[in-house]
């Protein structure tokens, strides 16, 4: 008879760059949850790629706390938590992280689907519910459907990694030769396939050669659509990541309904340009 050793926590190690994004996150949350409770609103914290609670900083060879752990320090409190993550063992975790708190509430599964039916129903416009919820996935296993739909319920701001290497990599850099999986998964983020488009233009060469386009330009498409076709009204420019050599990881975007949000992350993000922190 095999058996099956049950699986060991592995915290990921994490970059400066992670190190940032938490930082940025954690500031804006303070003032959200700072405004919200101001407002008397009920708002929640929805972690959608949450996970374990913990990683191990490449920086310092320490243990750090991930963005639900920091979300869970932040004063004044969020009212709720939705913690989701796909992995059996970082779900553990956090179930046990979080065990004396009946206001978090931890989900096993695919976010994509768990968003829709267990969590956004929860974040109604007439019941004075307000969430901000953090799409940070590794790379595109994030579908369209989600954006469009937190965009629609008007009570939801989103962070959201836009995985700019990942695209490159397996789908953008090799359109001949990317995988039928690669390009679904690009369909689903992007929400239909009008990225071919955007990525590969003759617009800007004579002789009508398509050439592929920078990632400043396919980012900036993409804030086009938060704006027009989702339906977020604020999107600010998103702050590019970049790895210890400068190339762009991903960029963290940051779509909201309200002018006074929009107007927090641009501080924000202008602060960390300022120390020359965020380039580009
Ligand atoms: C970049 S890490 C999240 C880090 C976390 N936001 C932080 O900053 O502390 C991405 C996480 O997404 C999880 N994941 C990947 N695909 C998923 C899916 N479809 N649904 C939920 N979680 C998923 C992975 O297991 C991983 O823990």
Redesign the pocket.
Known sequence: MTRTRPKRLHH?EVGPW?EL??EI?RKYATAYSTILTEKGFHHSYV??????GH?LSKRTGELIP???LNALDVKPPFDNFYL????AV?VDELRKLTADKNNVHVFG????SILLSEVFPNIRYESYKRALC?L???GL?LNWTVIAEAAKLRTIEIFL?FPVLDMNRNVLWRTEDASGESVVRMNAFWGGESWRDVAYSSDANLFDIKEKQTNEVIAEAFRERLRTVAGFKHVPEPAPMRNSKGAVLYYLFFAAQQPAAEKIVTDIFSAYRKRGMLHG
């Open positions: 990921d992670s994004k938490l996150l972690d959608a790629f949450a996970g374990s990683h991930g963005s639900p989701i993550d796909l992995d970082k599964g695919d976010s994509n953090i940070d996935p590794y296993h990694n």
